[in-house]
């Protein structure tokens, strides 16, 4: 709960600077603001995209178009990423090297490690290996189905971070966000698409709806959240 909270607030602690660093102090806020901020959004990402490609590795044959439709979504941002990690290197040219806390994470060495998908770090689901040949359901709880719909809103935060942070720093590599973005955006409407292909956990389908008119919504109200989830 405390990495949580961290993360909520875009920070980096821990630095220290020279005197004429000190002097030039609100670029440097500025640009560490913004560095603290794309970070933050790739900390989230980085949780999301795995958590999504969990569950699609789990329920879903690897060669079902949800599948490949999940797993590209997945590796779409990595060249946000890319550019995320030239801002920094400026940044840490211009400013000089830096260690700390950075969003509730401690770096030693960020310059190598700030973007770099860290396991240990930011994934909250274990890794699974399947042989060939093992069948999936192809039935998805209701989890998962959140997972994929979270894909498309973390992936775009992250964007819209990242492109601020260029913006303020490397100005050229806006060009290329702006087709990532393109073409994210269209292989998120490729995955609602596929998503419709999906079996939903009819258990667990009845059990929201029986919830949700629990708490006193509508029979109508709540047919339409489910419809909105699956």
Known sequence: MGRARDLERPAILGRSF?????????????????????????????????????????????????RQAVDTVCNDLETVRYEAEVCLHRIVREHGAFRGVVNGYYFENPEDNLFKSDAQRYHDCPEYIFGKGIKRSQVMPLAGIGSIHVLEASGRSFLIAAERLVEA??????????HTAKVFESNCKRVDRQLKRVKVDPAQKDHAMLCLLHVGLPKESARLVLSFLV
């Not at 720093?169 to 702006?178: F, Y």
């Open 18 to 66: 020279s005197h004429k660093m000190e002097m030039e102090a609100p670029k440097i806020q500025r640009d560490f603001a913004s560095l603290a901020t794309a970070h933050l959004h790739f900390a989230r990402w980085e949780r999301v995209w795995h958590r999504a490609r969990t569950f699609a590795l789990i329920f879903v044959p690897d060669s079902h178009p949800f």
């Open 169 to 178: 720093t490397t100005p050229r590599g806006k060009r290329q966000l702006d």
